[in-house]
């Protein structure tokens, strides 16, 4: 699995891989995934909604429920809803989903550890 959304090379700690993103005023500041360093500012409109990124949790968990659901106990995963029940598409919803898209991302490709093979 290798389609990354927001796709960076470091030129810092050399990771090649997903970005990292927080809240900065009106903007979000996009980041290397691995050591935060700064790559640039992004309107907020260009980041993908909450309906997309839930799609695209689905396909790289492979439709695993029990991964995504390990993922959302790791990161404390706090979902936002609208008074009417239905799933917040703000900033601060889309992040919690960027969050779970990178862990179950990082759970998903994680190497067989070697000592647990037969
Ligand atoms: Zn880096």
Known sequence: MSDFIFHNDCHKCRYSGESRFSISGTHLKQMCG??????????????????????????????????????????????????????????TNKLQYWKLYLKVRELSIAPINPDNAL
């Open 34 to 91: 691995k050591c935060g360093f700064y790559i640039k500012f992004l309107d907020h409109k260009l980041f993908p909604s909450v309906a997309d990124l839930r799609l695209k949790i689905w396909g790289i968990s492979g439709g695993n429920k029990e991964l995504i659901e390990m993922a959302k106990v790791d990161i404390s995963f706090a979902e936002i809803r609208n008074n009417d029940t239905s799933i917040s598409n703000s900033l």
